[in-house]
């Protein structure tokens, strides 16, 4: 079992690009989540995925979007990037048929200068 | 408003002595629990976990945990810490939407630090 999958490990972009980063779940789970984790701080939540739809989000703006793939993967977009969007960015993995707690992949380091 | 406090930014025990992590929450809902383990540079590994029933949890590498709804919190224990143990520690609240994990609420985390 792969476990969370996400790449790429590390990025470098500059200020006002666009990204995209990428999750592939745990074998047997539907619906992802991504977190965003600034150096020093706990993991905050951005949006969760189920169904190819987005069913929550967190409190974050517009230029954050992501997308579900039929295989149940996702991607993270992130626009207009600032400084601060430099962070840890974790996906994480859960089943909506039985009770499951949420596993994490290593994150991908978002690094914007 | 929903939310986790980690009182303990920083703890360093000595290692063989016991070790007790604090986190209190805040959540409106019934809450479901979680400690995970971070490593410098990774990401989050589950400890254990809180659903239901028995209010004492057992988890990986010796760790255990106790649900006191009373005081709102769920505080993390090792009755002797090995030097491997050295990372961050993170309390976490959601609850369950469907059958799934909903969001999860982090606390801040403590770092603990282990000392020979």
């Known amino acids: 079992d792969a476990g969370v999958t996400q790449s790429p490990t590390h990025l470098i972009k500059t200020r006002g690009q666009q990204v995209t980063l990428r999750c592939s779940p745990k074998?047997?789970?539907?619906?992802v989540s991504w977190y965003q984790q600034a150096l020093g701080q706990g993991p905050q939540f951005i949006f969760q995925?189920?169904?190819?739809?987005?069913?929550q989000r967190g409190n974050f703006p517009d230029r954050f979007s992501g997308h579900q793939f039929p295989n149940y993967s996702s991607e993270l977009n992130v626009n207009a990037l600032l400084l601060g969007d430099s962070a840890l960015y974790l996906c994480?993995?859960?089943?909506?048929?039985?009770?499951?707690?949420?596993?994490f992949g290593q994150g991908t380091r978002l690094t914007v200068v | 408003a929903q939310s986790v406090t980690q009182p303990d930014i920083h703890i360093t025990v000595s290692e063989g002595a016991s070790l007790e992590l604090r986190c209190n929450y805040s959540y409106g809902a019934t809450p479901y629990l979680f400690w995970y383990v971070q490593s410098p540079g990774q990401g989050l590994q589950l400890l254990l976990k809180y659903f239901s029933g028995d209010t004492l949890v057992q988890g990986i590498k010796g760790f255990e945990a106790e649900f006191k709804r009373s005081q709102s919190s769920f505080n993390l224990r090792k009755p002797s810490v090995h030097w491997s143990d050295a990372a961050e520690y993170f309390c976490a609240v959601g609850a369950l939407y469907g059958g799934a994990t909903n969001k999860l609420i982090f606390g801040t985390g403590t770092l603990l630090a282990v000392q020979p």
């Open positions: 994480a993995s859960s089943s909506q048929d039985r009770n499951t707690e949420a596993f």
């Open positions: 995925y189920y169904e190819e739809e987005e069913r």
């Open positions: 074998s047997g789970h539907d619906t």
